[in-house]
Structures are given as C-alpha cells and as structure tokens.
C-alpha cells in the first residue's frame, strides 16, 4: 500500500510560480512511477508530468513542456512539481500518483493516488 498526501496549492497570478508536493508513505518505490494530473472543472484527467523513481527520468505533457519541472526527493519521500509562467488554464485540481512496474502518462495505470489539492492562476 502507497499514501500520497498532496499539498502546495494556492491562488496565483498568471506569469508566477507555484510548487506543489506530495509526501509518499508505505511501502518501497523502487518499482515504481510517480506522477501529477490535473482535473479542471467539466474537463477530463490530463496527465501533467511523470518520473521514474528507480532511474529520475521524467515526461511531461504537451501544455506545461518548458514550465513544469518534476523532482523526486528520495531522501524524504517526497515529489514536488515546480510551476513556473503559471497561465489561468492550469487552473485546476492537482493529483500525485503512483504507478507499479510502469512509465506511463495514462491515469488508468495508476493505482495510488492522492487528495488533490487546487490551483487557482488569474489572469
């Protein structure tokens, strides 16, 4: 069993920064992906950035290449999503997931996942 506890959300101006954090508990994620999505209001899951916690090789979706950056602190558990040049369409609810045996940007792979927590960028 996996625990994710996302935190770091807040309300921004668009063009600023933002990080978020999701503390991992349970057990060893060597075997495993970590990764963020996001879920806007009367939209779909989009997956947002991913990582490899065994190697820390990371993918990202199309929309945030450039500006998001994924990080995997193994010393604490813990993987943090630096936002930078926030725009109002990132504006949504931010998930943390953990995925076993596999690098994907599909959300149905994912087993673990975490509370959410929201992002707000005004224009």
């Known amino acids: 069993q996996v625990k994710l506890v996302d935190s770091g959300g807040g309300s921004v101006q668009a063009g600023e920064s933002l990080s978020l954090s999701c503390a991992v508990s349970g057990r060893s994620l060597d075997r495993h992906s970590m990764a963020w999505f996001r879920q806007a209001p009367g939209k779909e899951r989009e997956f947002v950035a991913g990582?490899?916690?065994?190697?820390?090789?990371?993918w990202y979706g199309d929309s945030v290449k450039g500006r998001f950056t994924i990080s995997a602190e193994k010393s604490n558990n813990t993987v943090s999503l630096r936002m930078r040049n926030l725009r109002p369409e990132d504006t949504a609810v931010y998930y943390c997931a953990a995925a076993t045996e596999v690098e994907t940007m599909f959300d149905e792979f994912y087993d673990y996942w975490g509370q959410g927590t929201q992002v707000i960028v005004s224009s």
């Open positions: 990582i490899s916690w065994r190697s820390g090789s990371t």
